[in-house]
């Protein structure tokens, strides 16, 4: 894993992964998985995982249509 940050360019990573502020990131994770996905799980780093404000904010913004 130490050498992978000299590998993995930010353009290998963003297609792996929704790279987004937390105001951005439901409209991201909506625009990437609509139509393709029924379900998605968010893997937040811990900071976040634990504001439950934060990330009950996120998850109702994702509900909307």
């Known amino acids: 894993m130490a050498g992978a940050t000299k590998l993995i360019t930010d353009e290998m990573l963003s297609e792996w992964a929704v790279i987004a502020t ?11 998985c609509t139509g393709i996905f029924s379900t998605v799980l968010l893997d937040l780093p811990g900071t976040l995982a634990h504001d439950e404000d934060r990330v009950r904010s996120i998850v109702q913004s994702l509900h909307q249509p």
């Open 22 to 32: 937390y105001d951005r990131l439901a409209s991201e994770v909506r625009a990437r």
